[in-house]
């Protein structure tokens, strides 16, 4: 029998060794949940784009935890912004044992996945959701990366009061759990400044024809018009008050704050007309902002819409609470999440103890050729 050579004995081992390294790799699983169909789906696109360029960085630096190689891996799923496929998507999550859950976009669908998620034991963090009745469950699961409606509402309420100087403002929402939930604040918050609220008026989150409501508000000829929803509908809303001769500032919150609003409302009716609110930085301010922008860009042939910032840090509070726990476990990582300090894109992560982003920031926007522009 032929000896075999030291190269070729050293080549087995180590081909052996790679094999056993290989093996042991463990595959860690982050949900993520948005509308990827629907009206919606342009947020939730941009929201799963985030998540996903935070996957493939935490991939690319070859992490280790508990002593073995970790392979991160995105199990996306289609909410369409309705609140029963929601709970369906959480609980494929659920039975596919996820290790985290980045999700869903909206309150509406948030609000009632998070009892699944928290029934599990498996962390989940929202990019987006914004309604407070999210963090007042009392589920320690539940964790925002994002301001919430109290700020969002009341921000742009006050800024109706004090340097538009408006005197009369209507209110209309779209009937959902985020939509409602902002307009119920703002109002309240105008009140407070001492604005008249001449009209208070609901549609829903599918709608397009707006022409009623808007002739009901006309006579009263508000200074603002303050809509709780999403930009599917505040587009068509503003084609439709400058067919009417409606002169009135359109006003919302994150919902409507995006690039797309300018296609679907028109760039001819889209501009310093329109002011927004979003529960964060903006983007050129934001610590990894301008960096991320440009890689996204790169990644993804398009711009971002608001939140793929704040999903892709989502992913990465989850993948550094694995970190620190060195653990891939939820109900051992889920400890070191609570307590987090993460320089991420958007900023400093930190939460409260019922799950809101510490020291959260909102910035107001409205839209100047096309594009959205910080007003503060």
């Given at each position: 029998?032929?000896?075999?050579?030291?190269?070729?004995?050293?080549?087995?081992?180590?081909?052996?060794?790679?094999?056993?390294?290989?093996?042991?790799?463990?595959?860690?699983?982050?949900?993520?949940?948005?509308?990827?169909?629907?009206?919606?789906?342009h947020y939730g696109k941009d929201n799963e784009n985030g998540a996903r360029l935070a996957i493939n960085d935490l991939n690319a630096r070859k992490i280790t935890i508990g002593g073995k190689p970790v392979k991160f891996e995105l199990v996306p799923e289609d909410d369409a912004a309705d609140p029963k496929q929601g709970t369906q998507a959480a609980q494929k999550l659920v039975d596919a044992k996820v290790n985290g859950v980045v999700g869903h976009l909206n309150s509406g669908t948030t609000i009632p996945a998070s009892r699944i998620y928290h029934d599990a034991g498996i962390p989940q963090i929202t990019p987006s959701a914004t309604n407070p009745?999210?963090?007042?469950?009392?589920?320690?699961?539940?964790?925002?990366?994002?301001?919430?409606?109290?700020?969002?509402?009341?921000?742009?309420?006050?800024?109706?009061?004090?340097?538009?100087?408006?005197?009369?403002?209507?209110?209309?929402?779209?009937?959902?759990?985020?939509?409602?939930?902002?307009?119920?604040?703002?109002?309240?918050?105008?009140?407070?400044?001492?604005?008249?609220?001449?009209?208070?008026?609901?549609?829903?989150?599918?709608?397009?024809?707006?022409?009623?409501?808007?002739?009901?508000?006309?006579?009263?000829?508000?200074?603002?018009?303050?809509?709780?929803?999403?930009?599917?509908?505040?587009?068509?809303?503003?084609?439709?008050?400058?067919?009417?001769?409606?002169?009135?500032?359109?006003?919302?919150?994150?919902?409507?704050?995006?690039?797309?609003?300018?296609?679907?409302?028109?760039?001819?009716?889209?501009?310093?007309?329109?002011?927004?609110?979003?529960?964060?930085?903006?983007?050129?301010?934001?610590?990894?902002?301008?960096?991320?922008?440009?890689?996204?860009?790169?990644?993804?042939?398009?711009?971002?819409?608001?939140?793929?910032?704040?999903?892709?840090?989502?992913?990465?509070?989850?993948?550094?609470?694995?970190?620190?726990?060195?653990?891939?476990?939820?109900?051992?990582?889920?400890?070191?999440?609570?307590?987090?300090?993460?320089?991420?894109?958007?900023?400093?992560?930190?939460?409260?103890?019922?799950?809101?982003?510490?020291?959260?920031?909102?910035?107001?926007?409205?839209?100047?050729?096309?594009?959205?522009?910080?007003?503060?």
């Open positions: 029998m032929k000896k075999l050579s030291l190269s070729v004995v050293a080549t087995s081992m180590t081909l052996a060794f790679a094999a056993s390294a290989y093996a042991q790799e463990v595959v860690v699983k982050i949900g993520h949940v948005a509308p990827i169909s629907g009206a919606q789906s009745k999210y963090a007042q469950q009392g589920f320690k699961s539940a964790f925002r990366i994002i301001a919430n409606d109290n700020a969002l509402g009341a921000a742009t309420a006050i800024y109706a009061a004090k340097t538009l100087k408006a005197k009369k403002v209507a209110v209309i929402d779209d009937r959902t759990a985020y939509g409602q939930g902002l307009a119920d604040i703002f109002e309240r918050t105008a009140k407070a400044q001492g604005m008249q609220v001449i009209g208070r008026q609901f549609t829903n989150d599918k709608a397009t024809d707006f022409q009623a409501i808007l002739t009901a508000i006309k006579a009263a000829k508000p200074d603002v018009v303050f809509y709780g929803g999403m930009d599917s509908q505040a587009g068509p809303m503003l084609r439709q008050m400058k067919q009417l001769g409606i002169n009135a500032k359109m006003m919302g919150g994150d919902g409507i704050c995006t690039e797309e609003l300018v296609k679907l409302g028109g760039a001819e009716n889209v501009g310093s007309n329109v002011i927004c609110a979003v529960g964060g930085s903006d983007l050129a301010k934001m610590p990894g902002g301008p960096d991320f922008q440009k890689r996204f860009k790169e990644a993804y042939k398009m711009d971002i819409q608001v939140y793929a910032p704040y999903a892709y840090d989502a992913v990465m509070a989850l993948a550094t609470a694995m970190q620190k726990a060195n653990s891939t476990d939820p109900k051992k990582y889920l400890a070191e999440l609570a307590k987090l300090d993460m320089k991420g894109v958007t900023g400093r992560v930190q939460f409260e103890s019922n799950g809101e982003l510490k020291n959260a920031a909102v910035t107001l926007f409205t839209y100047k050729d096309g594009k959205k522009v910080a007003l503060n």
